[in-house]
């Protein structure tokens, strides 16, 4: 199984990005699909997460207000709406997968950059 995230890149603060999980070969359904971020020097923290099956979201109190995590079913793709970015939104983000029925079993993508600064 391989995540591919894509979408970071440069903002200025308040800005708007949407960040995007796909996976070929993979169906989404029985997994928890989260968003997760590490800035350098910094642990893994959590964003964000999805329970594919109900659509009932998680979110990071951080983060509240700020970004949305959705999921498109027929385009296998989990994304992350991040508005009002703040420099402190900096990090890589990684897309997760993990199985909601055995939670040993997970994937992380490659992770992609945001970069939030003036």
């Known amino acids: 199984v391989q995540l591919v995230e894509s979408g970071g890149g440069l903002v200025q603060p308040g800005g708007s990005l949407r960040l995007s999980c796909t996976a070929s070969?993979?169906?989404?359904?029985?997994?928890?699909m989260s968003w997760y971020r590490q800035a350098p020097g910094k642990e893994r923290e959590f964003v964000a997460a999805?329970?594919?099956?109900?659509?009932?979201?998680n979110y990071a109190n951080s983060v509240k207000g700020r970004f949305t995590i959705s999921r498109d079913r027929a385009k296998n793709a989990v994304y992350l709406q991040m508005n009002n970015l703040k420099p402190e939104d900096t990090a890589v983000y990684y897309c997760?997968?993990?199985?909601?029925?055995?939670?040993?079993?997970?994937?992380w993508g490659q992770g992609t950059q945001v970069t939030v600064s003036s």
């Open positions: 997760k997968a993990m199985r909601r029925d055995n939670p040993s079993i997970y994937y």
């Open positions: 070969e993979f169906t989404f359904s029985p997994y928890v």
């Open positions: 999805i329970i594919s099956a109900g659509g009932m979201t």
